[in-house]
């Protein structure tokens, strides 16, 4: 099967049933990083992911790693962090430095693929209400964070880091905690992975995904409930 080439100017994406099985969920190449082009692909389960000087490759894996809020996995450990209430949370107060983080090197040969041209992409959708972060401060360190993008009531997450104890997880944490209070119905995690599992994380088919992607439209969970207002750190944890 030949790959279809998006127009640059124009990208329309074909069905991501239509996805290659090897590699596992290819579907297009070409097209571009705009605003419209994104929120057009997330909102058919289909995100980008390439390595600078490739060109821009879509993907919608056939099995889909997601985490129901309900469903986040609290482990002892992090019990213990969360209640220590030695941080707080924001949310959408430091979203270039967020992805700036997530985009350092974590391998020995300083790969990564948070380009500059993702960076300045989703920045912009961020500024366009499309993307948000969440940021885990201890005093004035941000100490872990993740973005993505909201299709309704449902959060994509493209990547999260950590700089400090659970930093990362913290972030999860609230992000699920938060959700269960409003609207949001599932956390989109992509590609499988064992941290995930260890958080709560499921694997589902994509046609599964499709359908709730699609129900997630019903309903938009207001942002700004959670923005801008610092969270203490064992507030509201019922665990």
Known sequence: MRLP???????????????LSEPDGLLAVGGNLAETTLLQAYDRGIFPWYQTPDPILWWSPSIRCVIEPAQFHCSKSLR????????????NRAFERVIAHCSDPRDAAGGTWISADIIQAYTALHHAGGAH??????DDDL????????????????????????????????LCRWGMDAGLDLLDCQLVNPHLLTLGASAIDRSLFLQRLQLAH????DWSCFGNVEVPGAMRFTW
């Open 80 to 91: 213990k962090v969360l209640r220590r209430n030695d941080y707080s949370v924001t949310t």
């Open 143 to 174: 100490i872990g964070g993740v973005y993505g993008v909201a299709v309704g009531a449902v959060f994509c997450g493209e990547s999260m880091f950590s700089r400090g104890d659970h930093g990362s997880k913290i972030a999860l944490a609230h």
């Open 5 to 19: 080439l998006l127009d640059r100017d124009e990208p329309e994406f074909p069905d991501p049933r239509w996805a």
């Open 218 to 221: 019903h309903s938009t969970p």
């Open 133 to 138: 972060s969440v940021e885990v401060w201890r």
